[in-house]
T-cell receptor, first 113, second 113 residues
Framework: SQTIHQWPATLVQPVGSPLSLECTVE??????LYWYRQAAGRGLQLLFY??????ISSEVPQNLSASRPQDRQFILSSKKLLLSDSGFYLC????????????FGSGTQLSVL | AQSVTQLDSQVPVFEEAPVELRCNYS??????LFWYVQYPNQGLQLLLK??????LVKGINGFEAEFNKSQTSFHLRKPSVHISDTAEYFC???????????FGTGTLLAVQP
């Protein structure tokens, strides 16, 4: 069966520090991978989308970047965190012809202080 | 580019009353439309989807939605709600070359006794 792993679960970082959140998928190949940020009143905001290794689509201009060094690995990064980067980050992968089945990781609560 | 608008951030309703949660979308290509539900402290669960065919789609837990192409809407309805329906509901759209899933900001359905 397919599983998705996301870590860490919580992270407290000072402003200006770097960030690296990792997500890995097991049990499937060539998945579509997503990074979302969930905030109150803003729902699920799509940050990055990837259809394959090295193929990253950025949805919103921001202080973050994403990389996909391996087929089932998706990394969210920042060189210097801002206060506004605080939030709940979710990694996900999709299945189905229409991507209608979306499977989420357990999420990372990031607090930038 | 596609987008989804959920105008109502919160919808209070009494138990056993009918409810409609509104969703409007924008797209220059054919779309696939979805409603997801997120119960407190849980992940997202697919409620129903419109891919093609009949414009009235039925989902789990007695919910249904109607795809209206001329009004670019995909409103979610239930004739009689229960306390257990209290949750956040997200409308989502996919389509085009990449088929990425774009979510609305969510509507909190608050069912009161």
């Amino acid at each position: 069966s397919q599983t998705i792993h996301q870590w860490p679960a919580t992270l407290v970082q000072p402003v200006g520090s770097p960030l690296s959140l990792e997500c890995t998928v097991e049990g499937t190949s060539n998945p579509n991978l997503y990074w979302y940020r969930q905030a109150a009143g803003r729902g699920l905001q799509l940050l990055f989308y990837s259809v394959g290794i090295g193929q990253i689509s950025s949805e919103v201009p921001q202080n973050l970047s994403a990389s996909r060094p391996q087929d089932r690995q998706f990394i969210l990064s920042s060189k210097k965190l801002l206060l506004s980067d605080s939030g709940f980050y979710l990694c996900a992968w999709s299945a189905g012809i229409y991507n209608e089945k979306l499977f989420f990781g357990s999420g990372t609560q990031l607090s930038v202080l | 580019a596609q987008s989804v608008t959920q105008l109502d951030s919160q919808v209070p309703v009494f138990e056993e009353a009918p409810v409609e949660l509104r969703c409007n979308y924008s797209s220059s290509v054919s779309v696939y439309l979805f409603w997801y539900v997120q119960y407190p402290n849980q992940g997202l669960q697919l409620l129903l989807k419109y891919l093609s065919g009949s414009t009235l789609v039925k989902g789990i837990n007695g919910f249904e939605a109607e795809f209206n192409k001329s009004q670019t809407s995909f409103h979610l309805r239930k004739p009689s709600v229960h306390i257990s329906d209290t949750a956040e509901y997200f409308c989502a759209v996919s389509g085009g070359a990449t088929n990425k899933l774009i979510f609305g900001t969510g509507t909190l359905l608050a069912v009161q006794p």
